[in-house]
């Protein structure tokens, strides 16, 4: 699987512009993991995959929302949706008893210093789902007044489409979330490794799904329920 | 023009005269009476005079005692002015009289470099955030204003956005970046400095202390800033601070086609889905001169309401949940959810299914609706009576919200305050009763009424209105006439699809409306509607484009937020998130 390196202490370049710190895909990963020995290699992963599996099974969100987005993001957080089903419903209003913030809604010029600050004060290990099609690209939104996307200036590891996305969508953002962080390698200690954060490269569920949804050739009309 | 077109312009004469005879003392200060599609008198007056003239307009006989809303035009690029006094930009000032349901359009003319007239807040304290905002987006200077800063863009914003040679599209700019200098700078702009509003930092030798609540805060609904002055749990003072959800959705009119606009409208009261389609496409079909058949009228109305009840229970659900109750939230929300089914059903899509058009809507409603919505009919009325019992009968919810940020009539007309925020003060002013549209004429319903004003009414005001409006639904289902679901008109956009076919004319016509869009004559209209958080209203300016010059949007939650310090001052910090819970507002209806 590719890997994509982000390390925490960056030397600095040009690095005064947000998003901070470095992002490069990494093969010496992989091949450092072939060079060590059988047992450590394993020892490593299952080290690895038990953090892992904890991480992503207990990700608290941030009680963050910009707009319509928002709306269905808490329908997700109520009992018809039920977030508590993935481990999530243990919403923060601090960024810093968070885990990972949703930019659900449109990104205003004059609301992104205000994201990045709340963003800065979110403690690692975190993460960013952007929610909808404001906070991806803009969407309909190419206006004076809106950041093109929440990308301009945060990473994000998901992208949910929709405008606003349904409840159910944004809990498929959440799984694929999950799927992400237990393929992740952070450092087990600060002692352990190069303290390089890999994130792997999860691919795009456009192209993964292409084939299956092109079988689709009968569409119901809309004249019935 | 049908008779019933002609019709809508009689009042309009003698509303004319009436307004004509009520400024008899200022005849020579008139300088225009336009003719328009508002169904208002809409008259030009000489900058010099307008605080007397507003004055006198406010005090009896003539009693306009709300300034409904106040914005201004940027002229210089409009091509059709019949006659208008010569201006390169127009503010106008719309009042609104509760007592006589009569309205009065006053517009001013200014020219040159600079524009300014002077300041009505001395008349109307409501005039203070429109004032701000048409400086901020047309730069037009209003002398004598007590504090006139940025009220949308951020602080350090350069230009004025509105003006007509200003770019609209983010991607006409460099792309956005943030650097670390920049968000320090953003960030001390940010800054709250309480001699900027003449606060005092101490008083007695004690200092108050400053909480800045917000931009992001679980009980601020969203993208909402307040700033308190604080002595102890006691709000000395506080400065609202809006902006942080502006999309510019009024710039956006200006070159989105009349139709192709129609998706943006949803998304100005997010909660309120086709209920904000419907003043727009009200007022488009006013310029075009489109009279909807009967089903269109009624499945608009019955849409519509159905939004109004999912927006009220997002209401109940986020109301008990600021006020410390943690269950609410999760009950309305499965009734949200049984709404949207209906919803979905019928539109196909959840929060914005932008389902109306100019001249109809976007199908006609589906095989089997009846049951869909009468299953929700049956629903609702138990789970209403239970959230009576368990929460508006619970003794602590009284005990916490009556008598709690109460304001009288009076005060709520002073600051534009509409929709169930007024009717809980005990003022019967619903534009369904007052000033029938859609064909509510029809409908046998009540308007509840509150008594004091407070938190307690505007929350029980709202389950109330609930059942009235289940009552308006179960109307519809029971008496939908049959016809067409679009006009008979060539303005109808897109045009029915099955003449589409017939010859080639047909065939060009509809490619023209559906890629250009529908070009509407010269004119301007306006519709006032009662949507689920006030009174909502477009005043669309057309210069016979394809799409329009000048769209007004005025949103019943901008002035409900405005009116939060003169309320606030000398109350607690809990009692004012409890009266943000109870005015039921969401930032794109306050921002555009």
Redesign the interface.
Known sequence: MPYRLTRAEEEQESS???PMGRRQSSEEYVKSQLERNVFTGKLSDVLNSAVNWGRKNSLWPY??????C???M??AF???HDIARFGSEVIR?SPRQADFMVIAG?C???????I???YDQMLEPKWVISMGSCANS?G?????????GVD??LPVDVYVAG??P?PEAFLQALQLLQDSIQEERRPLSWVVGDQGVYKAEMGSQREQKRSQRIEATELRT???? | MSTDALDRHAPAQSGIDRALGLLDGFREHIEHVQPTLTGLPVLWVRRERIVEILRHLKAPPASFSMLYDLSAVDERLRAHRDGLPAADFTVFYHLLSVDRNEDLIIKVALTGGDPNLPSVTRVFANANWYEREIWDLFGITATGHPHLQRL???PTWHGH?LRKD??????E?D?????????QT??EA?KFEPEAWGMQRERDGSEFMFLNLG??H?SAH??FRIVLQLDGEEIIDCVPDI??????AE??AERQTWHSFI??TD?ID??GGVMNNLPYVLAVEKLAGIEVPDRVKTVRVMMAEMFRISSHL?FLGTYLQDLGAMSP??YS??D??RAYKVIE?IT?F???PAWYRIGGLA??L????QQ?VQEFLDWMPPRLREYELAMMKNALVRERTRHVAAFTTTEALEWGVTGPNLRATGCNFDLRKQRPYSGYENFDFEVPLGQHGDVFDRGQLRIEEMRQSLRIIQQCVDHMPAGDYKADHPLTTPPPRERMLQHIETLITHFLQVSWGPVLKPGESLQMVEATKGINSYYLTSDGNNMSYRTRIRTPSFPHLQQIPSLMRGGFVPDMIAHLGSIDFV??DVDR
């Open positions: 005064d512009r947000y009680n963050f929302g910009l707009s319509c928002y709306v269905e808490t329908t109520t009992s018809p209003a449109t205003f010029i004059k609301m992104a210093p205000v990045q600050q709340l803009g309909m939104y190419d206006i004076y007044s809106v950041v093109q301009k200036f405008c606003p349904r809309p004249d019935k329920l | 949308l863009m951020p956005p200003y770019p609209a599209r983010a991607t700019f792309p956005y970046t943030l650097t670390v200098e920049g968000q953003e960030q940010l931009p992001n679980p969203g993208a902006g942080y959800h502006h999309r510019g710039k956006m998706p943006y998304r997010y909660t997002l939230v999760f929300f499965t949200r959810q059903g196909g959840r929060m914005h199908q006609d589906p095989v089997g609706w869909l930032m794109a």
